[in-house]
């Protein structure tokens, strides 16, 4: 006899929490000055870029300065096994953070040859980076344990929910198989609940009510 394999669906971060961290990383920017202000800047742009590319953690640690484009928004990605790929970022105010944050590290990053740096002046690694979610998350308010790896699945849910085609999202994420990305389709299903409950035609039906 043959068990199905049970899918374990990927957690992802509800829209309205997204909101609620950058807003509170961006109300806390104005607040600051000096250092401090050049740091929440650099992990404002850090959060954003996840959402805005779905990228692995490592993946962003690692961006070389080199590597992205902030006239255009082309980010070069070196993805699982030497893989690269371009992943366009087009969302202005996303641009606009990352502009700032260069502007304000500009000797740092082309000291270090990496985007991001850590406040000494070297990559900023993976390690960090969690640390660093996991602070602005308690910060902000937010009860959910949030990961990096939470905004790739929400970046491929969402744009799953749009309409987005799978296939389209599997470039994007660098899946070498379809199978991985389609996981995101059953994750979209709370969408297709959305749909049935309000524009089925059933609803609009006259029809007789049982006494």
């Not at 998350?137 to 929400?154: D, E, N, V, Y």
């Given at each position: 006899m043959k068990f199905k394999e049970t899918i374990i669906l990927p957690r992802i971060i509800p829209r309205e929490e997204i909101e609620q961290l950058l807003n509170y990383i961006y109300a806390s920017l104005n607040s600051l000055s000096g250092i401090q202000y050049k740091h929440s800047l650099r992990d404002a742009a850090v959060i954003e870029v996840f959402f805005a590319t779905g990228a692995r953690v490592y993946e962003i640690s690692n961006i070389r300065a080199e590597n992205i484009n902030l006239n255009s928004g082309l980010i070069r990605i070196m993805g699982k096994g030497g893989k690269e790929r371009y992943i366009q970022?087009?969302?202005?105010?996303?641009?606009?953070?990352?502009?700032?944050?260069?502007?304000?590290?500009?000797?740092?990053?082309?000291?270090?040859?990496?985007?991001?740096?850590?406040?000494?002046?070297?990559?900023?690694?993976?390690?960090?980076?969690?640390?660093?979610?996991?602070?602005?998350?308690?910060?902000?308010?937010?009860?959910?344990?949030?990961?990096?790896?939470?905004?790739?699945?929400?970046?491929?849910?969402?744009?799953?929910?749009?309409?987005?085609?799978?296939?389209?999202?599997?470039?994007?994420l660098g899946h070498s198989s379809i199978k991985t990305t389609q996981i995101y389709i059953h994750v979209a299903a709370k969408k297709q609940a959305d749909i049935l409950r309000e524009l089925h035609p059933r609803n609009n039906m006259n029809i007789v009510k049982v006494a």
């Open positions: 970022i087009s969302n202005t105010a996303v641009l606009d953070i990352l502009r700032k944050y260069y502007e304000e590290n500009e000797p740092e990053i082309k000291k270090s040859g990496y985007f991001f740096i850590n406040n000494r002046g070297k990559r900023y690694t993976e390690q960090s980076i969690r640390l660093m979610l996991k602070k602005y998350t308690l910060k902000a308010g937010i009860q959910r344990k949030i990961t990096p790896h939470m905004f790739r699945h929400s970046f491929a849910t969402y744009l799953i929910e749009e309409g987005v085609d799978v296939s389209c999202v599997q470039q994007i």
